[in-house]
């Protein structure tokens, strides 16, 4: 135990030496201020860079440069980067392809993509020094498409947290007020985006990894459908993540596979939108029901239909998704992790849960739902343990029954879309996921149901406007998200909203993204 301790010690050591030398090896250019040349390519939209890059109007290497500045400038101000590819990438847009539908442009990826040469231990010491054999799936795409992959991304050790801290590359902040996660998993991928220093990310979205911090740093995200978009090795969807809307969409044009991309016809259309108030566990904040209501409000005036939709439980939802997700009870998530190697507060809770006797957590889950009368609560915990692979096909076929369920609802009330908050609260202070870890149903559920799902930026937290009064907790998980909500301290922040799709209902969402943002436009901000 001892040596195990003493080598993750040296492998963080390292790492972090390894990251500062990188970036001080850099060309010089890479530390001088912004330039007028770097701060126009910064303000330029996607399609914009890729039609001048085409033109030979601008070099790659000089849009490099100037997100190469602002990338560094980001991770001094929020520690957003693992692995700096900077130096490679500058070969790598000398080469790249100048005629792609991303010619020229830098992408950022979470530290989970493969790139040849790379690490990516994402927060496993153990996992420090061993880089990538070839690139993975989507690197390649993204070099076809003239893309220059540039820096990695920050995660939270065994991907399961909102926050994104590990002892290897340490904690990432949000650049809207350093004293909050910028979400996770994907939490230093939409640090970055959110500060400049990218446009175009690559996350994943397990339980809502690019939806919430989205919605935690103000930028905006599609989950795609399983399918839809290359996958990590052990099968999560890849997932773009943008700082426009209009980037995003770009994206998704220029690489969305193997479904080419479909033009969505509801424009002009007056659409049927149906809201999920309440995810059964977790109410939403005020200001997160504020948000919601303002996009209800506008969407209505502008002749759209909005109702209430009253979907099958997503409480029973949430137990079934909880429940496939730790089948092996977070045996694959922790087996790498060395002695004393820290590990996020609210995976370190449930993992506890887990490593309890049998008896004992029966005798646990009892004591809540018969004394404390927890009914909620108590059925999730029911569901934290091994599963066999009787139990786990028995979960699979009750999720796909689920699924009809769903289906035969939307058809119901002839719903063009789904309407929620993307998380009961905003960004939650750091440490926050030690109460507040098992508050993802918003996002989570529509990962059991594969639905594609988009969050997009609406307004702002406002002390004065979202002070909680009143407030009495229907059970435990609800009691511990609201100890983080503290409207005066989290003044700023910002706050999305949730357009859901069906699957493979990416372009449609993105429509309907586009509509809300048309309308916040309209007075919504």
Known sequence: ?????????HACKTKQQERQDRIAHLSPVFHEPLTRDDTHILDQPVSALVKRVQDGAVAPT????????????????????????????????????????????????????????WDNCIGYSAWVGQPCARDSALVRLLRDAGAVPFVKTNI??????????????????????????????????????????????????????????????????????VGRFPRTGSGTMYSPMARTLEDLETFWRAVC????????????????????????????SPACARALQMVIDTLSKHGHNVVTFDPPSPYEGIRLASQLIFTDAGETATAPMRAFEWIDPGMREAMAMFRLPSLLRRLYTWYVRHIRRDAVYAGLLDG????????????????????????????????????????ALPAVPH??????WRACGYTFLF???????????????????????????????????????????MHGLPVGVQIVGRRFEEEKVLAGMKIVQTAAEDGLA
């Open 156 to 225: 939270p050790i065994t991907l399961l947290s909102f926050e994104s801290t590990n002892a290897v590359f340490g904690r990432s902040t949000n650049p809207h007020n350093a004293k909050y996660s910028p979400g996770g998993s994907s939490g230093g991928e939409a640090a970055l985006l959110a500060y400049g220093g990218s446009r175009i990310g690559i996350g994943t979205d397990v339980a809502g990894s690019v939806r919430v911090p989205a919605h935690y740093s103000g930028i905006f995200s599609v989950r795609a459908s």
């Open 1 to 9: 135990m001892l040596f195990s301790y003493l080598a993750h010690r």
């Open 62 to 117: 000089d849009i490099l440069v100037a997100y190469g500045k602002k990338a560094l400038e980001a991770h001094e101000k929020t520690n957003c980067l693992t692995e700096i590819m900077i130096g490679a990438a500058e070969t790598w847009a000398r080469e790249c392809n100048t005629q792609g539908p991303l010619a020229g442009i830098p992408v950022s990826l979470k530290d989970t993509v493969g790139v040849e040469g």
């Open 257 to 284: 596979v193997p479904i080419p991309w479909r033009e969505p016809e509801i424009a002009q259309k007056k659409l049927k939108w149906g809201v999920m108030w309440d995810d059964g566990v977790v109410r939403p």
């Open 384 to 423: 934290w343990r091994a599963k066999d692979p009787a139990e786990c096909m028995r979960l699979a076929a009750a999720r796909e029954g689920y699924k009809m369920r769903w289906l035969d609802a939307l058809q119901a009330q002839d719903l063009d879309f789904v309407l929620s908050v993307p998380n």
């Open 447 to 489: 990962n059991l149901l594969d639905y594609s799902a988009g969050v997009l930026p609406v307004t702002r937290v406002d002390a004065s406007m979202d002070r909680l009064s009143g407030f009495k907790p229907r059970n435990a998980i609800e009691a511990g998200a609201y100890t983080l909500y503290d409207a005066k301290d």
């Open 431 to 436: 440490g926050g996921m030690k109460t507040g």
